[in-house]
């Protein structure tokens, strides 16, 4: 019956329109995939002892890329009457109004129809994390209209990877995921909001809130200091996985890398300019490939 329901919408979708299909999902800008793929990719890696079954990866790198299609699809469909505003959105497809919203609804049923063959291949225990990890990915869109901190609930869906990867492969949750978990929250929020940081003019001119503005409102031009206390609670979690898991000097030195790139984005961000905390944000891929490479050096150690 699925299978069925993928060829009918992928049949009703019109090929002239793939390329704007392609933007939608930003296919083009593989940045948030990729922020959402390291912390999946540390916890595959961690609950595998450093040795993660192929199968299983790949099916956890689909599901990334499925899942932040959607959420894109989804912003898309929610920010439709507020995009065409924004000098950063309003080129976007549906924007633009070269896809229309029933081609976005079609795509995005195409795209959660796949996620959930893909969460057919896993556990029913995994299957039941998946479903508040779908639940929030696809609400996140419409959080920036009721609360000022929509890139907490970013963070929160961008992280159910890790206690998802950790249960298929091991059966549990253990501590450890909880470390990743709410470091992955806090890292999420640090770099969406810088993120948001370069759109809070913008977000100021059509009533949207973020956690950039939130923080302006707390400490005024002081506000990266948020970020900073942010980033200490994350190092300190870093440190407090790598004693937990008695980890050795490769780990010690990617938790000095990663504290090196977070004072270099604080130096990017304190300014205010618009385009140097876009490159922060961006940088932040950085520190995801960092951490993941620690853990490939501090395994492969452990290995030999």
């Not at 996620?115 to 869109?141: D, H, R």
């Not at 869906?157 to 990867?165: E, K, L, R, T, V």
């Not at 790139?261 to 922060?280: G, S, V, W």
């Amino acid at each position: 019956m699925f299978i069925s329901l993928i060829v009918v919408e992928f049949t009703m979708l019109t090929y002239k329109h793939i390329p704007d299909y392609l933007k939608l999902i930003r296919f083009d800008k593989p940045i948030g995939t990729l922020l959402l793929l390291w912390p999946t990719v540390w916890a595959v890696w961690i609950a595998s002892d450093g040795t993660p079954d192929l199968g299983i990866l790949i099916i956890f790198v689909l599901g990334v890329f499925i899942m932040r299609s959607a959420g894109c699809i989804m912003n898309d469909i929610a920010d439709k009457d507020f995009d065409p505003h924004v000098e950063r959105t309003k080129d976007r497809p549906l924007a633009a109004r070269r896809v229309t919203v029933k081609e976005a609804y079609q795509l995005l049923l195409l795209f959660v129809v796949v996620a959930f063959l893909l969460a057919l291949m896993l556990s029913w225990q995994t299957i039941l994390l998946s479903i508040p990890a779908l639940i929030l990915a696809l609400s996140y869109p419409f959080a920036k209209r009721y609360h000022s901190l929509p890139q907490a609930h970013l963070g929160i869906a961008f992280s159910f990877g890790i206690p998802m990867a950790f249960m298929q492969i091991t059966g549990s949750v253990p501590l450890e995921a909880w470390l990743i978990f709410t470091m992955n929250i806090l890292w999420t929020l640090a770099y969406d909001t810088e993120y948001a940081m370069s759109d809070r003019e913008d977000d100021k001119s059509i009533n949207i809130k973020s956690s950039a503005l939130l923080f302006e409102r707390l400490l005024g031009s002081h506000d990266y200091f948020i970020i900073i206390g942010m980033q200490v609670v994350i190092i300190t979690l870093l440190i407090t996985l790598g004693i937990y898991l008695h980890f050795s000097w490769p780990w010690w030195c990617t938790v000095a890398v990663v504290a090196g790139l977070f004072i270099h984005h604080i130096n990017m961000i304190k300014d205010h300019d618009r385009l140097r905390c876009f490159q922060a944000f961006l940088h932040n891929n950085w520190v995801g490939a960092a951490i993941f490479l620690g853990l490939v050096a501090q395994y492969a150690l452990n290995a030999g």
